[in-house]
């Protein structure tokens, strides 16, 4: 009887391995397409590539890094590239990430086209720079009670090369069952050190990442990221600056002020931060310093809901209340905002009607 | 009861993911149209219908928004703050798209009860009438949802 169990078993699992193994043959025969060439950028770049891969792994296994947040699978849309010819139909994990313009511009989900026959794509210039890293957490400092800083010294490779206003994909470890995710977050140290970065995480109740940032990332341990990404930076011209950000949106913000002091770049500039009350302040000395060396920086903090019998000297209210009374009219300056897009938006609409042209407002909205 | 596959496709999409440490289902093992049934009597209950919460939602929401942190009264011992964050996140119905982080959190001083307010989980109400399981973070339990947002004495339909 038992015998007839296990030979039957057997023969069950027998059926079944062969059937996968029909099933990885005809794959690998039928729906094999064969090498196919990717043309990047009008013939800038061409690379064979194997049919049946998706475009975003493809480009990868070319060391070509684009933004994901959902490991290819759809959901996070972060992945957009414009493929000119060869793409074939837009499929239903991809319309409701798409506009009707992009669908027009022929804007795509990497992760989702299939590589079945050859290829015209744009892709960013930026994107080539981005680089798989890893690197040890030599410092981790609570900068207040919901922020923290973390400075990385690069392994492999040893130097990044980024421009102030950039940021990278962290990616998380596994814990307590939550699988590794990536994570934005804008590089604050300067460029010139170009064998560290750090960062400024702010606590997201619940967060995945930040989770693990806050309660078991611990220093001595590798960190892996890619990047830099991003097109948020300090143009060229000679216009007066209004920087505006909270919070860890300081952190693009820093990075550019630093960079500016370091190249002697002596654009007047004013720094609005809005905060609660005086513990969501940081690196206010440092920035103090800034303004007590230089005749062209000024940092304006603004407190919301300090007590009003505070020892608080400085600016109280909305922030953009205080931008619209240092700076009634806009119009000769360039802002450099960063935050959530409720943020960017009403400081959007004050320095507009200060007169500011909206092509001057450079913003890294967290979304 | 056997569930087909759809329905195990959408118990995965609701399920601890990337984008969601919890999920949308909290600890309800009830299917998913059960609760969605469920919710539904509540609101029927009391008089409110999935538009008008929607619309207080969006508007409580904007107005924590707009106020960047700051703690602002949105009825008699009821406060909402804001607490922006990077990045987005996706619906689990595939269908929805992608939307903005940030959470307002809505809550009665004396009590402690609150509701988690974003707009993924405005979208879920609107969308699917998903108020989201039992024991998820974000779930806004709709009786909850109306007192807090003082709806209790608006019936529609009536003046």
């Known amino acids: ?40 950028n009008a013939g800038e770049r061409e690379l064979i590539v194997d049919g049946g891969s998706t475009l975003l792994s493809a480009l990868a296994e070319n060391s070509i890094f684009i933004p994901s947040a959902c490991g290819g699978r759809g959901s996070c849309a972060y992945c957009k590239l ?43 210039k930026e994107l080539f720079a981005v680089k798989h890293f890893r690197a040890k957490l030599i410092g981790k400092e609570m900068l207040t009670y919901d922020i923290a800083g973390l400075r990385m010294e690069l392994i492999e490779p040893q130097t990044i090369d980024f421009v102030a206003g950039q940021y990278i994909q962290l990616e998380s470890e596994e814990y307590k069952s939550r699988e590794s995710v990536m994570r934005a977050y804008s590089i604050s140290s300067v460029p010139s050190d170009n064998r560290h970065i750090e960062l400024m995480i702010r606590k997201v109740p619940e967060g995945i990442c930040t989770t693990w940032v806050f309660d078991y990332l611990q220093e001595g341990k590798d960190l ?43 654009r007047n500039a004013v720094y609005f931060f809005g ?23 000024q940092f304006v903090p603004s407190l919301l809901q300090e007590p009003e019998d505070s020892d608080w000297q400085g600016e109280r209210g909305l922030i953009t209340d205080v931008v619209k009374r240092y700076f009634p009219d806009t119009f000769a300056h360039e802002a450099y905002l960063c935050g959530s897009p409720g943020m960017i938006n009403a400081c959007i609409s004050v320095l507009t009607e200060g007169g500011m042209p909206e092509e001057k407002i450079y913003y ?4 | 009861m056997k569930r087909s596959p759809a329905e195990d496709e959408l118990i995965q999409s609701l399920s601890p993911s990337k984008f969601s440490a919890q999920g949308f289902l909290g600890h309800d093992t009830r299917p998913v149209d059960e609760i969605i049934s469920a919710d539904q009597r509540k609101l029927d209950r009391l008089g409110i219908s999935i ?31 804001f607490y922006e964050s990077r990045g987005r996140v996706p619906s689990p119905f595939k269908t929805d798209g992608v939307f903005e982080k940030g959470e307002a959190v809505a809550r009665e001083k004396e009590t402690g009860q609150h509701i988690i307010i974003t707009e993924l989980g ?35 339909g009536k003046p």
């Not at chain 1, 074939?88 to 990497?110: M, Q």
């Not at chain 1, 000679?238 to 770049?265: H, L, N």
Request: hydrophobic share 45%; aromatic share 10%; glycine share 8%.
């Open chain 1, 275 to 297: 905060a609660l009350s005086q513990k969501d302040l940081f690196y206010a000395d440092e920035l103090n310093q800034i303004v007590d060396s230089s005749e062209w920086f």
């Open chain 1, 82 to 124: 414009k493929v000119l010819e060869g793409a074939g139909f837009v499929g239903p994990v991809e319309e409701p990430h798409l506009t009707p313009e992009e669908l027009e511009t022929g804007i795509r989900l990497s992760c989702q086209v299939k590589i079945r026959n050859d290829l015209k794509i744009e892709i960013p």
């Open chain 2, 122 to 156: 405005i979208a879920l109400i609107e969308r699917h009438h998903f108020f989201q399981g039992l024991g998820s973070r974000y779930r806004m339990d709709p009786e909850v949802a109306v007192r807090l947002l003082g709806l209790s004495s608006f019936k529609e």
């Open chain 1, 224 to 266: 892996y990221f890619s990047g830099p990404y991003g097109e948020f930076h300090l143009s060229e011209t000679d216009a007066p600056i209004i920087f505006i950000a909270s919070g860890s949106g300081m952190a693009p913000i820093w990075s550019i002020i630093q960079r500016m002091v370091e190249k002697g770049i002596q």
């Open chain 1, 364 to 367: 890294d909205k967290f979304a």
């Open chain 1, 1 to 40: 009887m038992l015998n007839a169990i296990f030979i039957s078993v057997g023969f069950l699992a027998a059926c079944g391995g062969f059937l996968a193994a029909v099933l990885v043959v005809a794959e690998k025969k039928i729906l094999n397409y064969g090498p196919c060439t990717l043309d990047i």
């Open chain 2, 51 to 81: 538009n008008t919460l929607v619309d207080s939602l969006k508007a409580v929401y904007q107005q924590a928004q707009q106020a960047y942190g700051a703690e602002i009264q949105i009825t008699p011992g009821v406060f909402v703050a």
